[in-house]
């Protein structure tokens, strides 16, 4: 992993923890007003333990990795990259970049899938809370409902995320025996 990328995400990572310090922090007036939590520390607590939060992001950085892994022994032995996000040209069927370049890559990858998944997990809490301070009585029914469309949107994008990479990683190996690289 290159410097750049590891500080990029380490970065990263501070801006999380120090939002999380940030947004958990409590206040004198929350304290006082009620035992109620505030819906902004609320929602950010249910979107930070919720693992359809995190799932689709390590399921499609380890997809990618595993694919990317399993390319380095065909660049050793002088075979072009197909995928041109991974070319130094940027065009497909051309040098790969370094080992280093392309994880740092898959690891901004992932990182934007979990952005997909928090903005997506955030905009769901806040629509379910609404319709909870609408409709009390159905409040179980409500989070029941928001459980299963969460759960299927983290699906349906660990599935588009990884799934391509996966068969490519098998194809590799396969075709890596084949040839007598391993």
Not at 39 to 52: E, F, G, M, W
Not at 126 to 146: A, D, T
Request: with cysteine; glycine share 8%; charged share 20%.
């Amino acid at each position: 992993m290159t410097t750049g990328c590891r500080l990029r995400s380490a970065g990263m990572g501070c801006i999380v923890l120090m939002a999380a310090m940030v947004c958990s922090a409590p206040t004198g007036a929350a304290a006082q007003d009620s035992d109620r939590p505030s819906p902004v520390l609320d929602i950010v607590k249910r979107v930070a333990s919720d693992p359809t939060t995190y799932v689709p992001a390590a399921l499609a950085y380890e997809a990618h990795h595993l694919d990317w892994k399993s390319s380095q022994v065909f660049f050793q032995h002088g075979f072009l990259e197909h995928n041109g996000e991974f070319t130094l040209s940027g065009r497909a069927d051309d040098t790969p970049v370094s080992d280093g370049a392309g994880n740092c890559t898959i690891v901004a990858g992932g990182f934007a899938v979990l952005g997909t998944s928090m903005v997506h997990n955030v905009s769901g809490a806040l629509i379910e809370r609404l319709l909870v301070e609408r409709y009390p009585g159905h409040r179980s029914l409500l989070r029941r409902l928001g459980w299963i469309e969460r759960v299927a949107f983290a699906s349906y994008l660990s599935y588009l995320q990884s799934a391509d990479h996966l068969r490519q990683w098998r194809r590799n190996e396969r075709l890596a025996r084949q040839l007598g690289y391993q």
